[in-house]
């Protein structure tokens, strides 16, 4: 029988390691949907994740992420990219926000803007994204359907810091995720999501340990 069961790709993390880190504040960026975002408020109310989040920045107007936000009653601001004519000035604008709110870490969870020097400059080796492959395989958009295409019968999803570069920085968790016969890009993306909300927080205290 074929083995269906994702499997997860981590440096071990020592028992009592939440006890180990403060309480990292972060502040997330999404686009979308904001399913990751939320998988992270719900490990922290879980206290899987010893962390909180003091603001959402989510960049396009009606994004769903902005009411699972208000649900958890978390502060979600709008920073529309579009209103600003380049990369850096919205980097820049992000920077100042997140830094008004104390924050520590960032975490991109489902953040479809390439970030610059300015951001990365801000918070060196203190960004995490999540994206939906086993890294260094199928870089950039589209994952999902690139793995589809390529005929690879095993796929996945990363956790791993952010550099200018995208999806190149070093990687702190995956999970692997089979790929079956009939799967279209709707019912692989949705098991992979699965298991994107089990790394991801684990990835980010990952990160956390690593910078002690």
Known sequence: ??????????????????????TLKLGVLASGSGTNFEALVQAIA??????????????????????????WGI?????????????????FDIAQTLSQYGVEWVVMAGWMRRITEVLLDRYPDRIINIHPSLLPSFPGLHAVEQALKSGVKITGCTVHIARLTVDSGPILIQAA????????????????????????????QIAAMQAR
């Open 1 to 22: 029988m074929e083995q269906t069961t994702p499997s997860i790709i981590s440096p071990d993390i020592p028992a009592d390691a939440q006890k180990q880190v403060s």
């Open 46 to 71: 879980d206290g899987k994740l010893r962390a909180e989040i003091p603001i959402l920045i989510y960049n396009k107007p009606g994004a769903a992420v902005a009411a699972r936000a208000q649900r």
């Open 75 to 91: 502060p979600a601001m709008l920073i529309d990219h579009r209103k600003y004519q380049s990369r850096e000035a919205f980097d």
């Open 177 to 204: 995720v089979p790929i079956l016969p009939n799967d279209t890009p709707e019912t692989l993306h949705a098991r992979i999501q699965v298991q994107e909300h089990e790394i991801f927080p684990r990835g980010i």
